[in-house]
């Protein structure tokens, strides 16, 4: 039995994918493990380029139909063998140090079921949902009344692990004997709130969820739009069959203001997706004529971004990897700083966005020689 099952779930994602599975890879290293991705039926080249670029070092199902993200973690969930599993998503990379430093804490903890971790924001700052409280129906209306520090444990220390009650689905690492006690995803979560209602099982099942300040990069759904309007049903559909499934044996003087509370953020939400739609059918939306690219690296990737900024007309800056401290006083705001991963890990990256004043509002990219593409949270540019 191995020590560690990486499973990843991708859809039409294959450069955040292939991002993902080399972070992992790295930081997997000097640990028994395996990695399954599980395409959710993609429609861009993904199945073939996993193929070639991984080859076996990836176990690849390749489904016919988009199963769901709990549906698709199951199938390789019952095909390994591992102690641990971990729930990755494809938009995310980890830092190189993060898989040991949680598996030490749960080899250290053995009644912790489940460890989420440190997630950053693309622009480096910390993503509140990194810990969650258990969304009751008191919480969970204070939530959608705007008022969220009891929701996401604003009161616990980033810098130690602490107690929860809710891990996030985009990094989720589970014991296998917790899973085999309270069972897999629950199928009927499409996508989103999987990741809660298995938290609440394993809290049921007497097991402890913890936070560890191991660090990860995440996107933030970029294989869902949030701005469509598929993204706005799935996501509240699934806080209903969350609410329904667990509390909806309470009276139906609790019940009522809850559900009227979803669906009224949930039409709120749609007003807002088409408020944006109408900007950019009128031409209103044009933030993106004033990006800025800081590339950041070795003399050969600097060469080499150069040649594609010209190409593609980029305003861009260009520093020297060795002068990661200088950054600050040279960006401009509202850039992307495009690191080097191939010379600057992974950790560091986090580390030196993280670091990053908010006045100078950047935001993460990443570039490799291997795929010669530029990765930001809005843009894919090869």
């Not at 903890?109 to 440190?118: E, I, L, T």
């Not at 807002?272 to 003399?299: I, K, N």
Request: net charge negative; proline share 3%; glycine share 6%.
């Amino acid at each position: 039995m191995k020590k560690l099952t990486i499973v990843i779930v991708s859809y039409n994602v294959r450069h955040y994918l292939e991002q993902c599975i080399v972070s992992a890879q790295r930081a997997a290293q000097g640990i028994d493990y395996e990695i399954y991705v599980v395409d959710n039926a993609s429609s861009d080249d993904t199945v073939s380029f996993i193929h070639e670029r991984f080859g076996e070092a990836v176990h690849l199902i390749e489904s016919q139909n988009n199963l769901g993200f709990s549906r698709a973690n199951n199938l390789a969930i019952r095909q390994s063998q591992s102690e641990y599993v971990l729930l990755l998503n494809p938009d995310t990379f980890v830092a190189e140090d993060a898989l040991k430093q949680v598996l030490d804490f749960m080899d250290q903890h053995p009644k912790a079921g489940g460890v989420g971790v440190r997630m950053h924001n693309a622009d480096g700052t910390l993503a509140p949902e990194s810990r969650r409280g258990l969304p009751t129906p008191w919480v969970s209306l204070l939530k959608m009344m705007g008022f969220s520090r009891r929701y996401y444990l604003s009161d616990l220390s980033w810098d130690e692990p602490g107690r929860i009650d809710v891990m996030s689905g985009a990094f989720c690492m589970l014991r296998r004997e917790t899973l085999d006690k309270v069972g897999l995803l629950d199928a009927d979560f499409f996508m989103y709130g999987e990741d809660i209602d298995l938290s609440y099982r394993i809290l049921k099942g007497d097991y402890e969820n913890w936070y560890v300040p191991a660090d990860i990069v995440h996107y933030k759904g970029e294989s869902t739009s949030k701005s469509s309007y598929g993204y706005v049903h799935v996501f509240y559909q699934a806080m209903l069959i969350f609410f329904r499934k667990h509390y909806g044996h309470l009276s139906f003087l609790v019940t009522l203001p809850i559900t009227f509370a979803i669906y009224f953020r949930a039409f709120i939400a749609l007003m807002h997706t088409l408020y944006w739609r109408v900007r950019q059918m009128l031409g209103l939306d044009r933030w993106y004529a004033d990006e800025r690219y800081c590339f950041v690296g070795s003399p050969t990737m600097l060469a080499e971004c150069r040649q594609l900024a010209m190409r593609k007309g980029l305003e861009a800056s260009f520093v020297d990897g060795s002068q990661l401290d200088a950054i600050a006083d040279q960006l401009q705001p509202e850039s992307y700083v495009v690191y080097d991963t191939d010379s600057i890990s992974f950790a560091q990256v986090i580390n030196h966005a993280a670091s990053m004043p908010s006045s100078a509002k950047m935001k993460i990219g990443t570039y490799t020689s291997t795929s010669k593409t530029i990765i930001t949270q809005h843009n894919i540019i090869k």
